[in-house]
């Protein structure tokens, strides 16, 4: 009996160690200034976070506002992988696009073949406004899961 209570127990415990799952969000971020004057890139934190420790939970009867840090939020353990602009001097660059798109996908590669599945993707894009503009950036977030 005690043989079919502790099976039993360490049949569970490993069952609940396998559906634990952990996620990560890897970030490109590509520049769409014109003249290619912006900074394009790849961002992969290292360093993790516990969202819990800068939130907090406002109610009708505590409105206090949340005091934690900037500062303790901030990530400095990260890899960093250089990616090409969109644009440079003479208008769109499909050279660099189609670069960007083979370290991207090096990189997917790389996340899958270390165990990480690809779940979901979004992107989104702060344009050029106009001649006075001069801003922009084309950000997507990969998020993996194991």
Partial sequence: MKK???FSFFSFIGITALTAQEYKVITSVES???SGLGRSRIIDANAERDYK??????TE????RNKADRGDIRVKDFEETKLLNFYNIAGIRFQNIAANDALISSKLSDMTANGWELVFVTSGVEADAGNTDGQG???TRYIFKR
């Fill in 53 to 58: 420790e800068f939130s907090s939970t406002q």
């Fill in 137 to 139: 950036i084309f950000i």
């Fill in 4 to 6: 079919i209570i502790l």
């Fill in 32 to 34: 769409i200034v014109p």
């Fill in 61 to 64: 009867d505590d409105n206090t």
